[in-house]
């Protein structure tokens, strides 16, 4: 069996939050085709707040919020639609349906105000500039749950990175040849067929490693970076980049080539699948704006306008190396979202360890999957998080190789990074390869995880709790 994992049942906390201010820019969302725009968001600077939260604004002041609604979608009947499209479309028209029903007098109320404001159907909220009186003024409408600040969730940062030389990596890189991720190869399942995505700091789509996977290359010397790339923000506008190397270095792990250059390895898990991007992450944090663009996108990539949505070019996985604390439910409609469509939501586990209980969100949910990081030797990171979830389960789902992996940076050079976020394209990328030698998985999320953890390695633990016979441990 192709992917060999260290089983775990431990999800962590972000890996280093950044103390840096963070800062509320102007964001796009991806309106309807023939819908209004909503107005630009007001760039607002605030300091953070524990958790991620934004402080909101002084009295008089104009600060920037988010309107919470009670209503939710039943996505319970997409799992019976046969065709992939069109469950993702459903899934996507039912999501919008509930949206504009208990949105309405919202809406009507910040018109009203002229509040700059975006909406956002995937999880049901508002996002707006107002002052208290405004605030004050939606809480009091029937179906709202909550107003409160704009949160900020930090990068899953590495915890250290180093520049690579040749004589320091194999070929392939040492992580995809522990998982068995050549031998895969050799039996000719690269990922053929697969699409892969990441809701990152961005991709360098140019780099040698990774230009020939990216979707919007048409072999020709061109590139169309419609239904492949999104920036929200608008950091760097309509063509894929990376201001930080993050996102980068997380997708050459899942899909990266060995490139061109004298130091070029293979570095790359499925270097036969596709991959598109979404730059939900502004710098070393990530904005809840952001993230909610990043993610609707994803269930429906748009052009690069926000317009005319195709389900049918949706990813069949989706990496996230970023993380909040501990029991955040902000991402669970999201992955309730994707899971509905088909879509198999993947997240880093955070690197606050090794004390327990300390596994961030969303990798801590029931259906999410989470992953922390093993050495060459096969050894928990001291760094990975670990369980248990305060929702339950056993966490993380799996572990994978995270210390100093070698990977794309912008540039068109390689670094080793270690973290958690380097464990969570492994996997990623082993189900990619998953996908591909059995296609008829697609859509089918439960038996394809269930292959990824029953042909992992158990590590008997009893840290975090555990038996002691093998079973799955956090």
């Known amino acids: 069996m192709i992917g060999i994992f260290f089983l775990t049942s431990g999800a962590a906390a972000p890996e280093q939050a950044t103390s840096a201010p963070a800062t509320a820019s102007a964001t796009r969302t991806a309106p309807e085709a023939g819908a209004r725009s909503p107005a630009p968001l007001v760039a607002q600077s605030t300091q953070p707040m524990a958790d991620g939260n934004l402080a909101p604004s002084s009295v008089g002041e104009t600060g920037r919020w988010v309107v919470e609604l009670e209503a939710r979608a039943d996505l319970s009947g997409a799992t019976d639609i046969v065709d992939r499209a069109d469950r993702i479309a459903s899934v996507r028209r039912t999501l919008r349906q509930t949206s504009r029903r208990s949105q309405a007098d919202v809406l009507r109320a910040l018109r009203s105000a002229s509040a700059p404001f975006q909406t956002f159907w995937l999880r049901n909220e508002i996002i707006f500039d107002g002052d208290q009186a405004l605030v004050d003024q939606l809480r009091a409408i029937p179906g709202v749950a909550v107003v409160r600040p704009e949160r900020v969730y930090p990068l899953v940062q590495p915890v250290e990175r180093t520049t690579a030389i040749a004589a320091a990596t194999g070929d392939p890189e040492w992580g995809v040849e522990k998982i068995g991720a050549d031998e895969a190869w050799a039996q000719g399942v690269t990922g053929g067929g697969i699409v892969v995505a990441n809701i990152d700091t961005g991709v360098e789509f140019t780099h040698p490693a990774l230009v020939a996977q990216y979707r919007g290359n048409n072999g020709d010397g061109s590139f169309t970076h419609e239904y492949n790339w999104w920036d929200p923000t608008g950091e760097c506008g309509d ?203 697609i859509g089918e999320i439960d038996p394809t995880l269930s292959i990824v953890r029953t042909t992992a390695m158990d590590i008997v633990d009893l840290s975090c709790g555990g038996d002691g016979d093998g079973d799955p441990n956090n």
């Open 239 to 441: 063509e894929p980049c990376d201001n930080v190397g993050h996102g980068t270095h997380t997708m050459g792990t899942m899909v990266g080539g060995d490139g061109a250059g004298p130091f070029a390895p293979d570095i790359g898990v499925a270097p036969g699948a596709r991959w598109i991007a979404a730059k939900g992450c502004e710098d070393f944090s990530c904005s809840e704006s952001a993230l909610l663009s990043s993610g609707e996108f994803m269930v429906a990539p748009t052009d690069l306008g926000g317009l005319n949505p195709d389900p049918s070019r949706a990813p069949h996985i989706i990496n996230n190396s970023w993380s909040g604390g501990p029991g955040d439910t902000f991402y669970q409609d999201i992955v309730d979202a994707w899971r509905a469509s088909g879509i198999i939501p993947v997240f880093s586990s955070g690197n606050p360890g090794p004390d327990c209980g300390a596994g961030g969100s969303p990798g801590d949910y029931n259906n999410s999957f989470s992953v922390g990081a093993t050495d060459i030797d096969d050894q928990i990171a001291d760094f990975s998080g670990r369980g248990p979830s305060v929702f339950g389960k056993i966490n993380p789902d799996v572990s994978a190789p995270g210390v100093d992996v070698v990977s794309a940076v912008p540039g068109g050079g390689y670094e080793a990074f270690s973290g958690t976020s380097m464990a969570a394209p492994h996997t990623a990328g082993t189900i990619a390869l998953v996908l591909s030698a059995d296609p008829g998985l």
